[in-house]
């Protein structure tokens, strides 16, 4: 039996160093034969997804330890292609000004591989204090969460809340 679906992968990687990057989130988008964009509903856990109608509501996908994300697909073929498109950097990583890859069709039973670096957010040298708020259990970043900055006479100095990132500064 021929295979019908095929696989999209991409590596996310350092563009400075080449390592790969954990925690990057993309959601995966078909473009019809008609030209229109849909967002494709996976399932699976990090790194690892498969397309699934089913379960429409879960659409964003996470790079693995690998900087990777594979994800199972059934349509192949020259009438739909699809591409990633990057939701959320990594904390600490600049969010690329080209976030997402080019639009490929799938051949059937093969892979289709993209590659994608993102660089380190550069830190000002003069006394910026950055915090990334966490949630303990699950490790996803808190958006909203506000600090209170004080000085060494536990004088205040600032407010500062956490971003979509989880980051406040």
């Known amino acids: 039996e021929t295979p019908r679906g095929g696989t999209l992968k991409i590596k996310k990687t350092d563009a400075t160093t080449g390592l790969p990057i954990k925690g990057v989130k993309f959601k995966l988008n078909q473009i019809n034969s008609e030209g229109k964009t849909y967002n494709v509903p996976v399932t699976g856990y990090t790194g690892n997804y498969e397309e699934n109608y089913s379960s429409s509501n879960f659409t964003e996908m996470e790079t693995d330890y690998n900087g990777e994300i594979e994800v199972k697909v059934r349509d192949t073929g020259s009438s739909n292609k699809y591409y990633f498109e990057e939701t959320t950097p990594a904390p600490g990583y600049e969010k690329p000004s080209n976030n997402r890859t080019n639009e490929e069709w799938v051949v059937a039973g093969g892979t289709e591989t993209y590659e994608m670096t993102n660089t380190k957010e550069t830190i000002p040298e003069d006394g910026v204090i950055r915090i990334t708020k966490k949630d303990m259990k699950t490790g996803d970043v ?28």
């Not at 600090?147 to 989880?166: M, V």
């Open 142 to 169: 808190l958006e909203g969460v506000v600090f209170e900055l004080l000085d060494s006479n536990k004088q205040f100095i600032k407010t500062a809340r956490t971003n979509s990132q989880g980051i406040a500064e």
